[in-house]
């Protein structure tokens, strides 16, 4: 059975054709699954019964089912514990910001990256998702929440550069612009070069988390294949080619990476790259004592600022909800 919603227009022509089905078709079955956002072939009632009969014999219509949801009651925000067709869960997030609805999705169930402080890799890797796995992140949110979705963030539960060919197909099918994307990556250089072939106006955020070769190296065991020394070259040539800032993300932990020397460090490593550098407080899990305190992310933030650096601090948002990536996962298996 080929999973329908995870081909393009054109694969979709690709796949009808042999069945006997007319070119033409697959714009109508395109347009029945994803703008009319149709479930069951028997619904496409502009194609003759036996040719619905031909297609639900040849092809599936994956689906996610919502396993568990938490709503924020400080923001809007919502959480959703997705259950895929093999028992497996992933997570996505809604968030609601003045400019739209934003979405965090996830690209992989688990992940293999293995950074210290984040839940989502701590119960290993088990598999990349696929397009349709991807996209029906948004389309089941839509539907259940009423809302439109303007903005996706690459930035749940896996690394999307890891999943490179599944990540770029959902972009090509999500329908949204990509001037409204943020994929996330720890840093993966020979997919970043890759990516910037691609020539997608979307926002590549890198993970950086310090500027200190040593330091990132003992929360992200990615730092020793891909040093900082190669990636900061490697974002210079992403900037060239795509013409596209990049935003790099450092979260920050009290005692570990917010030091003068730390901002010292990182200055001298972004200075003269077209950036924005976007703060993240930590969140702290359970697997691992990482905190840090608003005053200390105010003041590291200030002294790049007053360095001509353009920098935010991301706003913590469904806290309540414990809405930093993989820890409700984690929670639901635990338990089961
Ligand atoms: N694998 C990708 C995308 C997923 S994580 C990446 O590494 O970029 C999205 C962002 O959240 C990354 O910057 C990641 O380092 C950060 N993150 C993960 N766990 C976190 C935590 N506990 N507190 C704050 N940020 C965290």
Same mark, same amino acid.
């Given at each position: 059975m080929i999973d329908i919603l995870s081909l393009n227009l054109q694969e979709t022509e690709q796949a009808i054709i042999p069945l006997g $089905?007319?070119?033409?078709?697959a714009k109508q079955i395109y347009t029945w699954l994803h703008d009319r956002r149709c479930r069951n072939f028997a619904d496409m009632t502009n194609i003759s019964t036996a040719m619905r009969t031909k297609l639900s014999e040849n092809f599936c219509i994956k689906s996610l089912k919502i396993y568990k949801k938490l709503e924020s009651k400080i923001d809007n925000t919502v959480k959703y514990l997705f259950e895929l067709e093999d028992t497996q869960y992933i997570e996505t997030v809604l968030m609601e910001y003045d400019h739209g609805n934003s979405l965090c999705v996830s690209t992989q169930v688990g992940c293999k990256m293995g950074c210290d402080f984040c839940a989502s890799t701590k119960a290993g890797f088990i598999r990349n998702l696929t397009p349709a796995e991807i996209l029906l992140q948004i389309y089941e949110t839509e539907y259940d929440s009423n809302k439109k979705i303007s903005n996706v963030v $690459?930035?749940?539960?896996?690394e999307p550069l890891d999943n490179y060919d599944n990540t770029i197909k959902f972009l090509e099918l999500c329908g949204i612009s990509m001037r409204n994307v943020s994929l996330s990556t720890c840093g993966l250089i020979p997919q970043i070069y890759k990516l910037a072939e691609e020539k997608l106006p979307l926002t590549l955020s890198i993970s950086l988390h310090s500027a200190i070769q040593q330091k990132r190296e003992k929360i992200m065991p990615v730092a020793k294949k891909y040093p900082l020394k190669e990636l900061i070259e490697c974002c210079k040539k992403y900037i060239e080619t795509t013409h596209r800032r990049i935003t790099f993300e450092y979260t920050c932990i009290d005692g570990f990476n917010i030091s003068r020397d730390d901002a010292d460090a990182l200055i001298k490593l972004l200075r003269g790259i077209n950036c924005h550098i976007n703060l993240i407080p930590v969140n702290t899990i359970k697997e691992a004592n990482y905190n840090v305190s608003q005053i200390n992310i105010e003041k590291f933030k200030t002294f790049l600022q007053e360095r001509n650096f353009n920098v935010t601090i991301r706003r913590r948002l469904g806290a309540d909800i414990n809405a930093a990536c993989g820890q409700l996962k984690r929670e639901v298996e635990k338990n089961k």
């Open positions: $089905l007319e070119k033409y078709r $690459l930035m749940g539960i896996g």
